[in-house]
T-cell receptor
Framework: KAGVTQTPRYLIKTRGQQVTLSCSPI?????VSWYQQTPGQGLQFLFE???????NKGNFPGRFSGRQFSNSRSEMNVSTLELGDSALYLC????????????FGEGSRLTVL | AQSVAQPEDQVNVAEGNPLTVKCTYS??????LFWYVQYPNRGLQFLLK??????LVKGSYGFEAEFNKSQTSFHLKKPSALVSDSALYFC??????????????FGRGTSLIVHP
């Protein structure tokens, strides 16, 4: 069974640009969550999608958005990039809504210059 | 509200010695508890979880964790550490209380360093 796939793995952008990250969950998983990981803040929850609907949202500005497609693949977008957006962005999928563990992808490392 | 604390930023242990990585939690209802490991430049990998039942949970790579309700703790343990266990370890908790979020809260992580 293929794991969670995130693309691209690495990318460099400049301030003011926008970026789109992609996540393909494990086959059959309908829940996809996104996290931002930085050395200073640790793992911070961005949002969670289930059956194409945003079910939960973290405390991030509106520049951060996401969506989920009918095949459960998800994308997140960050507009008007700031230096502080440099981070590892992790996607995780889950087969069970309440007790299931999360399966993480390798992450997309974003550097904003 | 749910929260989790990992009181140690770093744990150092000699290879072959037992290791413990500490985690305490706070929830309104009953906890669902998880441990994950992250190797450099990789995503998080699931190690083990406690939902209900036996307080001692066994997981991957020889790790185990003990759920202690009275101390609200879920410490990760291994009888004999390996150099390859060196990584970043995250504890996570989710509250099963009615109206609770499906989203787990993660600790800040503990860096485990196993010395040869």
């Amino acid at each position: 069974k293929a794991g969670v796939t995130q693309t691209p793995r690495y990318l460099i952008k400049t301030r003011g640009q926008q970026v789109t990250l992609s996540c393909s969950p494990i086959s059959g998983h309908r829940s996809v969550s996104w996290y931002q990981q930085t050395p200073g803040q640790g793992l911070q929850f961005l949002f969670e999608y289930f059956s194409e609907t945003q079910r939960n949202k973290g405390n991030f500005p509106g520049r951060f958005s996401g969506r989920q497609f009918s095949n459960s693949r998800s994308e997140m977008n960050v507009s008007t990039l700031e230096l502080g957006d440099s981070a590892l962005y992790l996607c995780a999928s889950s087969s069970q809504a309440n007790t299931g563990e999360l399966f993480f992808g390798e992450g997309s490392r974003l550097t904003v210059l | 509200a749910q929260s989790v604390a990992q009181p140690e930023d770093q744990v150092n242990v000699a290879e072959g010695n037992p290791l413990t990585v500490k985690c305490t939690y706070s929830v309104s209802g009953n906890p669902y508890l998880f441990w994950y490991v992250q190797y450099p430049n990789r995503g998080l990998q699931f190690l083990l979880k406690y939902i209900t039942g036996d307080n001692l949970v066994k997981g991957s790579y020889g790790f185990e964790a003990e759920f202690n309700k009275s101390q609200t703790s879920f410490h990760l343990k291994k009888p004999s550490a390996l150099v390859s266990d060196s990584a970043l370890y995250f504890c996570a908790v989710r509250d099963d209380a009615s109206g609770g979020s499906y989203i787990p809260t993660f600790g800040r992580g503990t860096s485990l360093i196993v010395h040869p």
